[in-house]
């Protein structure tokens, strides 16, 4: 069973910047694809940012470009998630999850870690 473990969240300050860390246990066909997604208290999971594992096929959304940025290990089978000029509307539980295609869909994601969370404070 596939495996996926974040690290890396906390409480910061607006403005202040945290990198997210998803270690995966296999790399394989059904795990090609790795993304980012956070849910707020509330609200639905929102899709975040994708990578592929070769390092193409990178995407973020919108509220998030120019200021988040996705990258990739792969003998380290890590990916992360640098996030700087943090506002309090990324506050939310950032999710790393893993697939076969890349896609802002969260339901075509097998593969889930359990979840960190991030604080924004303003």
């Known amino acids: 069973q596939v495996q996926l473990v974040e690290s890396g969240g906390g409480l910061v300050q607006a403005g202040e910047s945290l990198r997210l860390s998803c270690g995966i246990s296999e790399r394989t066909s059904r795990t090609n694809v790795m993304a980012w997604f956070r849910q707020a208290p509330g609200k639905e999971r929102e899709f975040v940012a994708t990578i592929t594992w070769s390092g193409h096929a990178i995407t973020y959304h919108d509220s998030v470009k120019g200021r988040f940025t996705i990258s990739r290990d792969s003998a380290k089978n890590m990916v992360y998630l640098q996030m700087n000029s943090l506002k309090p509307e990324d506050t939310a539980t950032y999710y790393c999850?893993?697939?076969?295609?890349?896609?802002?869909?969260?339901?075509?994601?097998?593969?889930w870690g359990q979840g960190t969370q991030v604080v924004v404070s303003s």
């Open positions: 999850a893993s697939g076969m295609m890349v896609t802002t869909q969260s339901s075509r994601y097998r593969y």
